[in-house]
């Protein structure tokens, strides 16, 4: 154990998730103004960033049996030292095809250290505090996310992005000196099947097909992802475009949805009771996307702003449950698999949403676009609570995996856990 929720290694892993969401923006931002300094193209800005995004999604399955089947603050050492390596390489090159490769694997990299942070943390603060551990952990990714472009933009402006890729490749060194630092350990366990690595790479998946809770939330967080994310292009001509408001709009209109996840990750989400993580993740869905149709349909600059903050609340909320829902239903031998899955999702709506929400506002602009990301993001949350609503007692109790068969039985709440189900 690592000492609870104050405990020294739990603050490590708190620092290292805001470091590389910092990084991550920092590098995200360099790249963007490098890339398009080199090449004066659209084209080439767009096959960035779904370079990036391909190494997350393609390599999640790999990156999460790496996670389960070596010991996992090593395998965070290596993947956040490799990153800074490939960061270096960043801030020197000027071919555009080895920035494209060289941002894949950054990506690929984020795909290991990503779920080994998160399997670290029920070994940190314990299994009963993981919803509260998650909802500190999101607070520190979410202050990462503020401070990156504010610091990517100073030193582009100043330095320039050479300089801010070097100092990502500096944050990378200092999470792997914080990886490395840390006394808790997660030790490998034997390999569940015989199937061979194939088999086991898609041991998460499988898991994932088997639990109908997981199912639920898999689909509905997708589904969620694929229209919420929506925003992230809209928003900028919605501020232009419909609120009238430029640049400064769309400064406040971000603002208000990173300070709402704030307080939706740590004034609600921290409080959040194990048995209603699911209704919790489908409320933070239905809040997340009437804010932002409630933004749409009344584009009044200061209803706008109040709104999305709403919306953040929502979506801090949404966040810290999915997470902690993986916890509480996933056996610790498949976590790094699970926690891989989920990135791979979330990335690959990510995705599909980046593509989907440019077409639509090439079409019919912002705020059509605003208005379709959440109205869908309300339907997928209200078809959550249903189905939900309709899975029977059984299914919804916490599963107890036996390593030896893989099989899923479930806890009868009723009656005194055998010695094996603890």
Same mark, same amino acid.
């Given at each position: 154990?690592?000492?609870?929720?104050?405990?020294?290694?739990?603050?490590?892993?708190?620092?290292?998730?805001?470091?590389?969401?910092?990084?991550?923006?920092?590098?995200?931002?360099?790249?963007?103004?490098?890339?398009?300094?080199?090449?004066?193209?659209?084209?080439?800005?767009?096959?960035?960033?779904?370079?990036?995004?391909?190494?997350?999604?393609?390599?999640?399955?790999?990156?999460?049996?790496?996670?389960?089947?070596?010991?996992?603050?090593?395998?965070?050492?290596?993947?956040?030292?490799?990153?800074?390596?490939?960061?270096?390489?960043?801030?020197?090159?000027?071919?555009?095809?080895?920035?494209?490769?060289?941002?894949?694997?950054?990506?690929?990299?984020?795909?290991?250290?990503?779920?080994?942070?998160?399997?670290?943390?029920?070994?940190?603060?314990?299994?009963?505090?993981?919803?509260?551990?998650?909802?500190?952990?999101?607070?520190?990714?979410?202050?990462?996310?503020?401070?990156?472009?504010?610091?990517?933009?100073?030193?582009?402006?100043?330095?320039?992005?050479?300089?801010?890729?070097?100092?990502?490749?500096?944050?990378?060194?200092?999470?792997?000196?914080?990886?490395?630092?840390?006394?808790?350990?997660?030790?490998?366990?034997?390999?569940?099947?015989?199937?061979?690595?194939?088999?086991?790479?898609?041991?998460?998946?499988?898991?994932?097909?088997?639990?109908?809770?997981? *199912? +639920? /939330?898999? #689909? !509905? $967080?997708?589904?969620?992802?694929?229209? @919420?994310?929506?925003?992230? %292009? &809209?928003?900028?001509?919605?501020?232009?475009?419909?609120?009238?408001?430029?640049?400064?709009?769309?400064?406040?209109?971000?603002?208000?949805w990173l300070l709402g996840m704030v307080g939706g990750a740590v004034v609600i989400g921290r409080t959040l009771p194990t048995e209603r993580l699911v209704p919790s993740l489908m409320a933070g869905a239905v809040m997340t996307g009437i804010a932002v149709t409630a933004a749409a349909v009344y584009p009044v600059v200061w209803f706008a702003v109040a709104m999305f903050v709403v919306g953040g609340i929502g979506n801090g909320v949404f966040t810290v449950a999915a997470r902690s829902l993986l916890v509480h239903r996933t056996p610790d031998r498949l976590r790094g698999r699970v926690f891989a899955a989920y990135g791979g999702l979330a990335?690959?709506? *990510? +995705? /599909?949403? #980046? !593509? $989907?929400?440019?077409?639509?506002?090439? @079409?019919?602009?912002?705020? %059509? &676009?605003?208005?379709?990301?959440?109205?869908?993001?309300?339907?997928?949350?209200?078809?959550?609570?249903?189905?939900?609503?309709?899975?029977?007692?059984?299914?919804?109790?916490?599963?107890?995996?036996?390593?030896?068969?893989?099989?899923?039985?479930?806890?009868?709440?009723?009656?005194?856990?055998?010695?094996?189900?603890?």
């Open positions: 154990m690592g000492g609870g929720i104050r405990g020294r290694d739990f603050r490590l892993l708190v620092a290292s998730t805001g470091l590389s969401a910092l990084g991550d923006e920092l590098a995200l931002i360099a790249l963007t103004i490098k890339v398009a300094n080199l090449t004066d193209s659209g084209l080439a800005v767009a096959a960035l960033l779904v370079a990036g995004l391909l190494g997350l999604v393609l390599f999640a399955p790999v990156a999460g049996l790496l996670v389960d089947r070596y010991e996992t603050t090593e395998t965070l050492a290596v993947s956040v030292l490799v990153q800074a390596g490939l960061a270096v390489g960043l801030a020197y090159t000027t071919s555009l095809p080895l920035i494209l490769v060289l941002t894949f694997l950054l990506g690929a990299g984020a795909a290991v250290s990503s779920p080994a942070v998160y399997t670290l943390v029920p070994v940190a603060v314990g299994e009963e505090r993981i919803t509260e551990a998650n909802a500190y952990l999101e607070t520190g990714r979410y202050v990462g996310m503020v401070a990156g472009p504010a610091l990517a933009g100073i030193l582009a402006a100043g330095p320039g992005a050479r300089v801010a890729l070097l100092v990502d490749a500096l944050t990378f060194l200092a999470i792997g000196m914080a990886a490395m630092a840390l006394r808790i350990r997660r030790h490998p366990q034997p390999a569940e099947t015989a199937a061979g690595r194939g088999g086991e790479m898609r041991a998460g998946f499988s898991f994932i097909a088997r639990d109908r809770v997981l *199912l +639920l /939330a898999f #689909t !509905a $967080v997708g589904t969620v992802i694929l229209f @919420a994310a929506m925003d992230n %292009v &809209a928003e900028v001509f919605f501020a232009r475009q419909a609120l009238d408001a430029g640049d400064w709009g769309f400064g406040l209109l971000a603002s208000g990335n690959g709506m *990510l +995705l /599909a949403a #980046t !593509a $989907v929400a440019g077409a639509l506002v090439v @079409a019919v602009g912002g705020r %059509v &676009a605003l208005l379709v990301g959440g109205i869908g993001t309300v339907v997928a949350g209200v078809a959550g609570f249903l189905w939900y609503a309709a899975l029977p007692a059984d299914a919804k109790r916490a599963p107890v995996v036996l390593p030896e068969s893989g099989e899923i039985t479930v806890i009868d709440e009723s009656e005194p856990a055998s010695p094996t189900e603890a």
